[in-house]
């Protein structure tokens, strides 16, 4: 494999099994990963708890100069862990109580605008995989691979489902099948850069491909976008 680092977006539904797909690019290449839906969901547990209401331009404002989000590596998890504010809020943001307002924070404009610097900022050195809804369309759209992941919507419920059950045992799949429905749905339809493929994007549709299957997959785009940036 080429030495030369390239940017790789991968964008998406929700669970489609993006961050996956990162994380074993990320530990294949040594790459940094970055899980920006991390970043929407710490923003909303700030708003959460802080009783920030999402259309209050003012207090979003203000809510937005007192929080500062940062990266740091856990070993033990081989991945990196979200900080808010030095809290490691890592334990907290997937529960369900921020997935269900987290569709509607990401659609804020000035929380949008306030992440994304944050995620080109961490681009510069390339050698990164970050995975989100437009990281290939706004993000970076210099990206030299992107995919768009997709899974049969059964698929992909009851893969959350699985990863939600262990930490929220009375959890049923109909509470699941809601909640990736409407956040689909607000993630397509919002104003301010809404999922959607960039028109340079590969398709990956993994409904029926393994994680192995998937990754050389990957691998093979990789190899070839990496030696074409060599070759310019
Ligand atoms: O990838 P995820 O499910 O953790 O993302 C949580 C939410 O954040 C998702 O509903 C949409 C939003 N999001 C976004 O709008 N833009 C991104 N780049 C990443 C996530």
Request: contains cysteine; negative net charge; glycine residues 4%.
């Amino acid at each position: 494999m080429s030495a030369h680092k390239i940017i790789i977006a991968i964008d998406g539904f929700s669970s489609c099994g993006k961050s996956t797909l990162a994380k074993q690019l990320a530990a294949k290449l040594g790459y940094n990963y970055i899980d920006s839906g991390a970043m929407y969901r710490a923003i909303t547990l700030y708003f959460l708890r802080n009783g920030i209401h999402v259309n209050d331009h003012e207090q979003i404002l203000d809510a937005l100069s007192n929080i500062h989000l940062s990266f740091v590596f856990n070993e033990q998890r081989q991945q990196s862990d979200i900080y808010l504010n030095e809290e490691d809020v890592e334990p907290y943001i997937r529960d369900l109580i921020v997935a269900e307002k987290v569709s509607e924070v990401a659609a804020i404009k000035e929380v949008r605008s306030f992440a994304v610097a944050q995620q080109k900022k961490m681009g510069k050195k390339k050698g990164i995989v970050m995975d989100g809804r437009d990281i290939g369309t706004v993000v970076f759209p210099e990206a030299e691979l992107k995919v768009f992941m997709t899974a049969d919507p059964d698929i992909r419920v009851l893969r959350r489902y699985d990863e939600l059950v262990a930490n929220n045992p009375n959890i049923t799949i109909e509470e699941v099948r809601h909640n990736l429905e409407l956040r689909d749905y607000i993630d397509s339809n919002r104003e301010e850069s809404p999922l959607r493929k960039a028109d340079d994007a590969i398709t990956l549709d993994n409904s029926n491909l393994t994680r192995e299957e998937q990754l050389e997959k990957v691998l093979e785009w990789v190899k070839d976008r990496a030696t074409n940036v060599v070759a310019k």
